[in-house]
C-alpha cells in the first residue's frame, strides 16, 4: 500500500513539473539607460511574497557585465505575476549603496518603470503579468 501512494505522488510531481516546463518560457527584459560600461548589472525577478526589493532576495537572478547602454536578459520562468528590481553596481562592491535616508546612490530600476518617491515600491506598484502575448517587459535606470 505505502508502494502504491508513494508512486501515485511521485506521478502527480512530474505530472505537475511536467506542466510547469510546458509553461515556462523565456521572459525578456530589456534594460537601458545603463551609464557606465564595464559594471556588473544585478537584475533580480520575484514572486509574490518573496522579499521585494530586498537586494540578495529575489527567487531569481542574473548579473551581467555591461557592454552598452542597452542589455537584454532573458530568464525561463512559468506564466505568472513577477515584479523586477535592477541595481547597477558601480564601485564593484557587490551591493546597492545608498545614502543617509536610503535612497540608492547608484542607479536603479523597476519593473513598470516605478520611481519611488518616499519609500521603496511594494511587490504590487511593480509587478506585471508574464504571459505568451506578454513576454517581455523594459526597465529604464533610474541613475
Known amino acids: 500500500m505505502k508502494l502504491a501512494t508513494l508512486a501515485f505522488g511521485l506521478i502527480i510531481a512530474l505530472g505537475v513539473h511536467g506542466q510547469e516546463a ?17 559594471k556588473i548589472l544585478y537584475v533580480g525577478i520575484y514572486r509574490e511574497g518573496d522579499e521585494f526589493p530586498e537586494f540578495n532576495k529575489y ?19 512559468p506564466y505568472g505575476d513577477y515584479a523586477v528590481a535592477v541595481s547597477h553596481d558601480l ?6 549603496d545608498k545614502n543617509l535616508f536610503g535612497y540608492p546612490k547608484e542607479p536603479f ?3 513598470n518603470n516605478y520611481k519611488p518617491k518616499l519609500s521603496s515600491p511594494n511587490f504590487s506598484d511593480c509587478k506585471f503579468s508574464y504571459t505568451q502575448q506578454s513576454n517581455s517587459i523594459m526597465i529604464k535606470l533610474i541613475d
Do not use: R, Y
Open 91 to 96: 564601485n564593484g562592491n557587490g551591493k546597492l
Open 22 to 38: 510546458v509553461n515556462t518560457k523565456k521572459l525578456s527584459i530589456k534594460i537601458s539607460n545603463i551609464q557606465s560600461k564595464g
Open 59 to 77: 527567487w531569481k537572478n542574473s548579473k551581467v557585465t555591461t557592454k552598452s547602454n542597452e542589455v537584454t536578459i532573458e530568464f525561463d520562468v
Open 109 to 111: 530600476g523597476f519593473s
